[in-house]
């Protein structure tokens, strides 16, 4: 059994630094890389490029609504049009970036509200895959289970990895909660087992108590989760006591 974990980065702009970067790079097999709209600048994602070259992580967009006082969790009425041309844009400055270092483009995973609106509208869903398509036919997008944006890619062949959540409590759909709802998360060995079970057993127990059933390809850690490094040091400790490797998106989502 295979899976790919991810994690959020390059999220720091100017002065001011998110995140655990550095130490989360150690672990993870797919950099989601803010492209400056929520979040990150030039030189932010220029130094997290190269910190993931140094550590073979395989790079990805993370495009969001242009929206830096709102970290891009603020929902924005905008055309598809519009939205094909800010994930449009933002691809092709990290792509720039990532040239300079001879690394490709992976995948693409849209921010926040970005994320969450993909998910439920097929328009919105629509919009950013033909984006990222036409960018790069070979760029893999992450979107949760029971979406809009995994049953369009299916429909019109682009290429999605369904994603979990390490940190993230989730719903019956298979969806989450962005604010965290239930216990918190204090026994990292629990979380990690959690984490387990969702690649052995394609089960999650949801926020209210419930199991659901997910596909787990990519797994998200949100490198700015208190207490991220240890919980990542216990997920990746599970998957290998359990004969799961851990590998890049790339080596799951075979063409």
């Given amino acids: 059994m295979k899976v790919d974990l991810?994690?959020?980065?390059?999220?720091?702009?100017?002065?001011?630094?998110?995140?655990?970067?550095?130490?989360?790079?150690?672990?993870?097999?797919?950099?989601?890389?803010?492209?400056?709209y929520h979040a990150g600048d030039p030189s932010t994602m220029r130094k997290t490029i190269e910190l993931a070259k140094?550590?073979?992580?395989?790079?990805?967009?993370?495009?969001?609504?242009?929206?830096?006082?709102?970290?891009g969790r603020r929902k924005m009425s905008c055309t598809p049009s519009e939205i094909k041309d800010y994930v449009t844009y933002q691809l092709g400055a990290l792509r720039e970036f990532?040239?300079?270092?001879?690394?490709?483009?992976?995948?693409c995973k849209p921010h926040g509200a970005l994320y969450m609106?993909?998910?439920?509208?097929e328009t919105i869903a629509r919009a950013i895959l033909e984006a990222i398509s036409e960018v790069d036919?070979?760029?893999?997008?992450?979107?949760?289970?029971?979406?809009?944006?995994?049953d369009l890619g299916a429909q019109i062949g682009v290429r999605v990895a369904k994603e979990t959540y390490s940190d993230r409590e989730h719903t019956e759909?298979?969806?989450?909660?962005m604010t965290r709802k239930g216990s918190a998360i204090g026994d990292y060995g629990e979380m990690a087992n959690r984490v387990v079970r969702m690649v052995k057993e394609g089960k999650v127990r949801t926020y209210d108590g419930k199991d659901t059933s997910v596909t787990a390809e990519t797994i998200c850690i949100h490198g700015d989760t208190p207490g991220a490094?240890?919980?990542?040091?216990?997920?990746?400790?599970?998957?290998?006591a359990n004969n799961i490797e851990i590998t890049n998106?790339?080596?799951?989502?075979?063409?």
């Fill in 137 to 150: 036919e070979s760029i893999i997008t992450f979107a949760m289970n029971n979406s809009a944006v995994v």
């Fill in 98 to 107: 990532a040239r300079r270092f001879d690394q490709p483009i992976s995948h």
């Fill in 173 to 177: 759909t298979g969806s989450i909660i």
């Fill in 6 to 36: 991810n994690c959020d980065m390059g999220e720091s702009f100017g002065i001011y630094e998110l995140g655990n970067d550095e130490e989360m790079m150690q672990y993870i097999t797919s950099a989601n890389i803010a492209c400056g």
């Fill in 54 to 71: 140094e550590h073979n992580v395989k790079i990805g967009a993370h495009p969001a609504l242009p929206d830096l006082v709102g970290f």
């Fill in 117 to 121: 609106m993909a998910m439920e509208d």
């Fill in 229 to 240: 490094v240890q919980l990542i040091k216990a997920i990746t400790n599970a998957l290998e």
């Fill in 249 to 255: 998106i790339q080596n799951i989502l075979v063409k």
